[in-house]
């Protein structure tokens, strides 16, 4: 199966937070992506909703059980009880949990699983006995033993971090020693029963190398990179550029 792309609208819901008016449209753009073939919307809802606010997720839902019942929404965040309750509440397909500390600007790294894997294991319980899918989030620096560590948690899925990937688009050779690392947690995870997703810097340019690598990858979620492209080339096109560099055919 072809690599899935979910569209993160943090970026818009920032752009449209520099000022007191409804545009640009969350929901709007949502439409458009999805109508554009993306298999879902990714929210990473942070505790001073400096990016997406609570009050947009019930929109995000309402618009892919109305109009796109075929699609995903998957909520990112840290694990606090707040986060919990909100993703009860809003009953994504798929949780991301991640480690960030409340004022990072952006995720940076993954779960260190070795001292954080317990307290993760009654987190995804909770999440799935309320039939969410669970990935954590997880650097892709090919620690086998870290991957049977997220396996434990009775997680389904990790998001490999590609972050340092990512910033190696002026360093093709850098960039091949990262995308290995990278290869060899996917298989680390695969071998575990884990499904595995991708996300953090990923544009049209560097992702059919990590899908090549990794011909299983089920989901790579991106907005950033996403976002910057739809100013040049709007966002239906977009998507459509980035379903091709996940090796979809259109």
Sequence with gaps: MPT???????????????????WPSLEHLGRIALQAGA?????????DQRHV?????PVIRALIDDEFPQAEFNIEGYPSEDFLELC??????????????????????????R????????????????????????????????????????????????GPYGGCFDHTERAVGIIEKLGRTADAAHAEGLGVNAGHDLTVANLPALVKRIPSLA????????TADALEFGMAETVRRFRRACGQEI
């Design 53 to 57: 606010r609570f009050s947009d997720l």
């Design 219 to 226: 989901e790579v979620s991106i907005g950033h990179g996403l």
């Design 4 to 22: 899935k792309l979910s569209v993160n609208i943090n970026a818009i819901a920032m752009l449209r937070n520099r000022r007191d008016l409804p």
């Design 115 to 162: 001292a954080q894997g317990e307290m993760l294991k009654p987190i995804v319980a909770r999440l799935k006995a309320r039939g969410m899918r669970v990935s954590l989030f997880a650097d892709g620096d090919g620690d086998v033993e870290a991957v049977r560590l997220a396996k434990a948690t009775g997680a389904d899925r990790i998001e490999l971090y590609t």
């Design 88 to 113: 009860e509440r809003a009953e994504p397909e798929q949780v991301t949990l991640v480690p960030d500390d409340p004022a990072q600007a952006t995720s940076d790294h993954g779960f260190d699983f």
């Design 39 to 47: 298999s879902g919307l990714t929210v990473h809802p942070r505790p």
